[in-house]
């Protein structure tokens, strides 16, 4: 605790203070560029991963980087979706999973969250991710397996998000993006996903590196 109180200590006397007006503009609104929606694994930092100021995403954090279908559960994440959508009005989401996930790695291994039944729900969201696991991968196992996993459920979730009414019409009038990422813990690497090709590819590089997973439906 007393490296948080430190490192508090230093924000405002090292960063806050040299930069009190812009901390004074971002108390008179918002205007985030991008809904970012990644897992509470604390090895991930959105900010820091993209190199964005405060004030540039509105972030959903939870485990496993899930959005529950529309209606299943009116929760967090419905909100936070509506009103970063039709409030705030951003023009990209994205759906951020991560190597080593331990959600991802419960959903393979479901005895492994006895002693978390309220976690064992929430996973249920991802229950297209397991079943597609299932039935398409028996050839995978280890990281292998992992990887394909994440990289499923990635796709399974931006499916749940078009189901939400203000995502959908966004959609429809192509006002908005959807964009899959995966990162990878151990190299910084970052993956989007391409409908077109079935991959997902190293962000920013071109096209044919594909990432070490699989191919994938288009969505």
Request: glycine content about 10%.
């Amino acid at each position: 605790m007393q490296k948080l109180l430190d490192g508090l200590h230093d924000f405002q006397s090292n960063v806050f203070a040299p930069r009190r007006e812009f901390f004074e503009r971002l108390a008179l609104g918002q205007r985030p560029e991008a809904l970012f929606i990644t897992c509470s694994d604390s090895r991930i930092n959105p900010n820091l991963l993209t190199q964005a100021d405060p004030g540039e995403l509105f972030i959903i954090r939870n485990a496993g980087n899930i959005v529950p279908p529309y209606g299943a559960q009116m929760g967090g994440e419905a909100a936070t979706v509506e009103f970063g959508v039709a409030g705030l009005g951003v023009r990209d989401i994205i759906v951020c999973g991560h190597s080593q996930c331990g959600a991802m790695k419960g959903l393979l291994n479901p005895a492994s969250l006895e002693r978390f039944p309220a976690l064992r729900r929430f996973l249920g969201h991802a229950d297209a991710t397991e079943r597609i696991i299932r039935e398409n991968y028996q050839h995978l196992d280890g990281e292998a397996l992992l990887t394909a996993t994440v990289e499923e459920n990635v796709l399974v979730q931006l499916e749940n998000l078009r189901t939400h009414p203000v995502v959908a019409a966004k959609l429809a009038r192509k006002e908005i993006n959807l964009h899959g990422w995966v990162y990878k813990l151990e190299t910084g690497t970052v993956f989007s996903y391409h409908p077109g090709e079935g991959q997902f590819l190293p962000l920013g590089e071109q096209r044919g590196a594909a990432a070490p997973g699989v191919a994938h439906r288009a969505i």
